[in-house]
């Protein structure tokens, strides 16, 4: 089957956590997702665009020109995206993604939170032409800001997980599920999940 639309980096951040979440999303289509943690997400992502909560939110960033809420297309990934933040160093002609979390920073970086942000940063670098050299995950709980570098292998491990999202739509392939199942747990597609 083709896929209807485009991808959101949602998808992405999804397929990392679990890829059979695409097959229920594209190919059986079921329901408006919507989880506790999703809500929170949205949550704070209001906040952050209240002027009074930005300074705090921006500290330890690099003092950059600063974009808040950005909406970007990408024709090469046929995905949208809305960045939180974009710092642009305009002398060197240089971006950075900046992504607000909700939580305290984990011990070790999340391969979601990671993925998001170079998925945001190939984005920014198409549409905008300018290098994109790393990220940035700030996590709001203990205020602390973890650096993400778009080296070359997790710019790879990034596009491949885009192809496969797409050759799950296109062959119909349900994948196999998580092996972590403690993820399951709040997940939407559980009851459905389980059956198969
Ligand atoms: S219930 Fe578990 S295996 Fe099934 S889609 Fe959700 S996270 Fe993946």
Redo the contacts with the bound molecule.
Sequence with gaps: MDRLGDFAVRDVVDFA??P??IY?RYVIRRGKERTPKMQMGARVHGEFSKNSRRRRLVEGLPKLRRRYGINLHSRRYGMNTRIDCVLVDDERGCAYPVEFKSTTKPRVLYKTHRYQVVMQALIVEEVTGMTVPCGYLKYLTDNSLTRVATTRKIREEVTEAVREMEEIIKNERIPG??PY?K??VN????DH??RM
């Design positions: 956590f679990c059979r979440i229920f599920p998580t199942k993820r399951c997940c939407f597609h559980f999940c389980r």
